[in-house]
């Protein structure tokens, strides 16, 4: 059975970076197309990027130009470097295989100072 666990999250302050990582365990992620999503205290879970199979990618308009999504086939890791961070991006971050709609676990994005 695929899960998928994410990791990289923490404390950072404003106009800083973090990397997130989702390792696939038990496969691949296959050829499916792969995402993030983050949901704020109080908030919606929202979708933050997507990365197609051909690797073409969109993001949204909030974090445009201050995220990439990315992945390494090789390690079943998808990634999510984001830079320029702002307090408005503190939220619990999920990665997603839309193949089989699987989530991961979620981790937590704190930006403060």
């Known amino acids: 059975q695929v899960q998928l666990v994410e990791s990289g999250g923490g404390l950072v302050q404003p106009g800083g970076s973090l990397r997130l990582s989702c390792r696939a365990s038990g496969s691949s992620f296959g050829v499916s197309a792969m995402g993030w999503y983050r949901q704020a205290p109080g908030k919606q879970r929202e979708w933050v990027a997507t990365l197609f199979p051909d690797r073409t990618s969109n993001y949204a308009n909030s974090v445009n130009g201050r995220f990439t999504i990315s992945t390494d086939s090789a390690r079943n890791t998808l990634y999510l470097q984001m830079n320029s961070l702002k307090p408005e991006d503190t939220a619990t971050y999920y990665c997603?295989?839309?193949?089989?709609?699987?989530w991961g676990q979620g981790i937590q994005v704190t930006v403060s100072s």
């Open positions: 997603r295989r839309f193949q089989g709609d699987l």
